[in-house]
């Protein structure tokens, strides 16, 4: 997926205001498409992955700037999508499994 920079700008608009952008439609369908008895709750989903992203964004960025400004460590590009891919991906899987614990007792 190509990211283009009016969506960037569209999402560092959200990100400022602490406002929850639209899914994009595609995104939206594939979901729909590859689980279709979930489709109602695509909304809801997106909305916590939306803040789940934005806390993790924040403050690896807030540590970043501090390792920077007492102890003057640069980090490549690279370095920089690891360190915000790996907690958002944990932390998102740690989101999957309480869930479906959760829906798994509830059908009990």
């Given at each position: 997926?190509?990211?283009?920079?009016?969506?960037?700008?569209?999402?560092?608009?959200?990100?400022?205001s602490r406002t929850v952008p639209?899914?994009?439609?595609?995104?939206?369908?594939?979901?729909?498409?590859?689980?279709?008895?979930?489709?109602?709750?695509?909304?809801?989903?997106?909305?916590?992955?939306?803040?789940?992203?934005?806390?993790?964004?924040?403050?690896?960025?807030?540590?970043?700037?501090?390792r920077w400004v007492h102890h003057?460590?640069?980090?490549?590009?690279?370095?920089?999508?690891?360190?915000?891919?790996?907690?958002?991906?944990?932390?998102?899987?740690?989101?999957?499994?309480?869930?479906?614990?959760?829906?798994?007792?509830?059908?009990?």
């Amino acid at each position: 997926m190509v990211v283009q920079p009016a969506q960037l700008l569209a999402h560092k608009a959200a990100v400022l205001s602490r406002t929850v952008p639209d899914l994009p439609l595609g995104v939206r369908a594939e979901i729909g498409r590859l689980f279709p008895d979930t489709a109602g709750e695509i909304g809801r989903a997106w909305v916590r992955i939306w803040w789940i992203a934005c806390s993790i964004c924040f403050a690896t960025l807030w540590a970043r700037r501090n390792r920077w400004v007492h102890h003057h460590e640069e980090t490549t590009a690279d370095q920089a999508k690891s360190e915000l891919r790996q907690p958002l991906l944990r932390q998102l899987q740690a989101v999957a499994v309480r869930e479906h614990r959760f829906n798994h007792d509830g059908d009990d």
